[in-house]
């Protein structure tokens, strides 16, 4: 069974920095693209970054902010933000998708940014 399971979410002032993780269970850690996706209340869920072998993307709106990394020993995967802005408040869930498939299967709970002004 798979698990993906996010901490490290938080309050923290705009210009701040937080670091999210997120442990995964039951897979081929290194055989999985892992992504961060982000909900603001009443908007859609947006892509924030994704990472594959050594491979990385990010949405255009936390280039240069934020930083995707995993560590395969872990099975961890991590999300380094830096000068956060207030409109970077959002749950943000963990997800893998398997290579070659086309949705993403296995989210996590989610974990809460809360960046104030």
């Known amino acids: 069974q798979v698990q993906l399971v996010e901490s490290g979410g938080g309050l923290v002032q705009a210009g701040g920095s937080l670091r999210l993780s997120c442990a995964a269970f039951g897979l081929t850690f290194n055989r999985y693209q892992m992504g961060w996706f982000r909900q603001a209340p009443e908007k859609e869920r947006d892509f924030v970054a994704a990472?594959?072998?050594?491979?990385?993307s990010y949405g255009d709106s936390v280039k240069g902010r934020f930083t995707i990394s995993k560590d395969n020993a872990k099975n961890t995967v991590y999300l380094q933000m830096n000068s956060l802005k207030p409109e970077d408040t959002a749950v943000y869930y963990c997800?893998?998708?398997?290579?070659?498939?086309?949705?993403?299967?296995?989210w996590g709970q989610g974990t809460q940014v809360t960046v104030s002004s």
């Open positions: 997800a893998s998708r398997a290579i070659g498939a086309q949705d993403y299967a296995y």
């Open positions: 990472i594959y072998w050594n491979s990385v």
